[in-house]
Every structure is written in C-alpha cells, then in structure tokens.
T-cell receptor, first 113, second 114 residues
Framework: AQSVAQPEDQVNVAEGNPLTVKCTYS??????LFWYVQYPNRGLQFLLK??????LVKGSYGFEAEFNKSQTSFHLKKPSALVSDSALYFC???????????FGKGTKLSVIP | DVKVTQSSRYLVKRTGEKVFLECVQD?????MFWYRQDPGLGLRLIYF???????EKGDIPEGYSVSREKKERFSLILESASTNQTSMYLC?????????????FGPGTRLTVT
C-alpha cells in the first residue's frame, strides 16, 4: 500500500486564484509530514513541515499546509497563485524509527497567466 | 546556506560500464541519501548513510553500491550499468536531531545508459 498518495498528477490554476495540492498518508504512529518543491532542472527544495502543534503550518513563498488527522491529509495551499509557482510538488512522510522519508509521486502544478 | 553538489549534471554511459556518482555537502551533516527520480514514480531511496563508513539499503538497492569514506562525501556506484538505470539521481543530506528530516538536495545527475 502506498504510504503517501498524491491523487492528482497535474493541477492547473489561473494566476491569482487559490491553489490546493492534495496529499494523503497512511497512518503509522504520529508521522512528520513535509512538502518539497522542484523547479525545472533543479533539485528539491524544502517548503514546510508538520511535526506537532498547530494544524496549519506556514512555509516558504507564501505556502501553507493543513494537517487533518481524521482525514489523514496534508494538503498544500496558497491563497493567490503566481506563475512562478509552476513546478513539481512532492509530499513526504517520515518513517518510524529512522530519518528516512517516503515521497509521493509528485504533482505538477501549472499556473496559467 | 547548505550546499549539496553533485559531480555531473548530465552523464552518458554505455551498458556494462562502472559508473561513479559523487555527492559533496558542506554543512557537516551526518546523514546522506541517494534517490532516483522517475516520472510517475516519484523519489525512491537507494541507499543512505548516518555516519562515515556506515551504509544502509533503501527501497531499491539492487544494482547499486555506495561508499562513504569522508563525512562530506557520499558516492553512488553502479557496478555494471544497465539501461533500466537511466534516471535522474538526487543526493540529499540532513543534520541529526530535531531537523534530521529536513533534507537538502543537490541539483541532480541525469544519467543515460545506452
């Protein structure tokens, strides 16, 4: 069973509109959850993380994510999309007892001018 | 800022060749990782290391080996390259403790095996 699921291969959104990139995870203890972004021809960059505490986590570039334990989801959001947000987004989950991460398959976000 | 560098951005090798991919980080991180990235499959962990001369298999270690002789350097070795190892290879590092899960990635090496 997939540990981290990103149900959408691609998300298209108009510039200025709110965006959501979805992520769900399989339950195993109290996982740490992460979002990374990959711009074209570059490595992954850390965006934000949920460890504990407030369910709404704020990160870089105006992104935020909401941890929902009952729905086992950690969706990435931004109130107003920019063309420069177009990239590949990966959700990741920590593995119990190690420093490894399990990544989702990625969602390509395209922001249309 | 943490900097993770990889020896090549693009590499073309022939089937059966021995291939070395080098990764160097400059922030004294204990933890280092090698992933491969394929479209539709996301990132898959090949090997990782928590200390010098220490290595552990990830999810897809077959056909690969690693070497960590110095703390800052983590090498991925393809003993006999095959066409199904054509992929993007990403190296990452992280510090121990509270921020251990926050991994810093290199720019990647796109390897083509012909």
């Amino acid at each position: 069973a997939q540990s981290v699921a990103q149900p959408e291969d691609q998300v298209n959104v108009a510039e200025g509109n709110p965006l959501t990139v979805k992520c769900t995870y399989s339950v195993s203890g109290n996982p740490y959850l992460f979002w990374y972004v990959q711009y074209p021809n570059r490595g992954l960059q850390f965006l934000l993380k949920y460890i504990t505490g407030d369910n709404l986590v704020k990160g870089s570039y105006g992104f935020e994510a909401e941890f929902n334990k009952s729905q086992t989801s950690f969706h990435l959001k931004k109130p107003s999309a920019l063309v420069s947000d177009s990239a590949l987004y990966f959700c990741a989950k920590s593995r119990a007892g190690s420093y490894q991460l399990t990544f989702g398959k990625g969602t390509k976000l395209s922001v249309i001018p | 800022d943490v900097k993770v560098t990889q020896s090549s951005r693009y590499l073309v090798k022939r089937t059966g060749e021995k291939v070395f991919l080098e990764c160097v980080q400059d922030m004294d991180h204990e933890n280092m990782f090698w992933y491969r990235q394929d479209p539709g499959l996301g990132l898959r962990l090949i090997y990782f290391s928590y200390d010098v001369k220490m290595k552990e298999k990830g999810d897809i270690p077959e056909g690969y080996s690693v070497s960590r002789e110095k703390k800052e350097r983590f090498s991925l070795i393809l003993e006999s390259a095959s066409t199904n190892q054509t992929s993007m290879y990403l190296c990452a590092s992280s510090s121990p403790g509270q921020n251990a899960y926050e991994q810093y990635f290199g720019p990647g090496t796109r390897l083509t095996v012909t």
